[in-house]
């Protein structure tokens, strides 16, 4: 079961806090590491692609991952 299951079929608040809380670490590490692997590699590689350089833009890139994957 992924994290935005847990979050909707949790039962108690303390089991919703805990899957809220594991799903905002798990986006913060994604975003950390996308930003990066973004601009370091894609970007040098793929001419159409442009740098990351908002946070606004690499959380949504990590929004639109964690969806996609489930």
């Known amino acids: 079961m992924n994290l935005i299951q847990r979050i909707f079929s949790c039962r108690s608040?303390?089991?919703c806090a805990k899957?809220?809380?594991m799903f905002l670490v798990e986006l913060l590490i994604m975003i950390l590491i996308i930003r990066f692997l973004w601009n370091?590699?894609?970007v040098k590689h793929i001419s159409?692609?442009?740098p990351?350089?908002?946070l606004m833009?690499?959380?949504l890139?990590?929004?639109s991952l964690?969806?996609?994957r489930g």
């Open 13 to 15: 608040t303390e089991e």
């Open 19 to 21: 899957a809220i809380a």
């Open 40 to 42: 370091t590699s894609l």
């Open 48 to 50: 159409v692609l442009r």
């Open 52 to 54: 990351a350089t908002t």
């Open 57 to 59: 833009d690499t959380l």
């Open 61 to 63: 890139l990590a929004i």
């Open 66 to 68: 964690q969806i996609i």
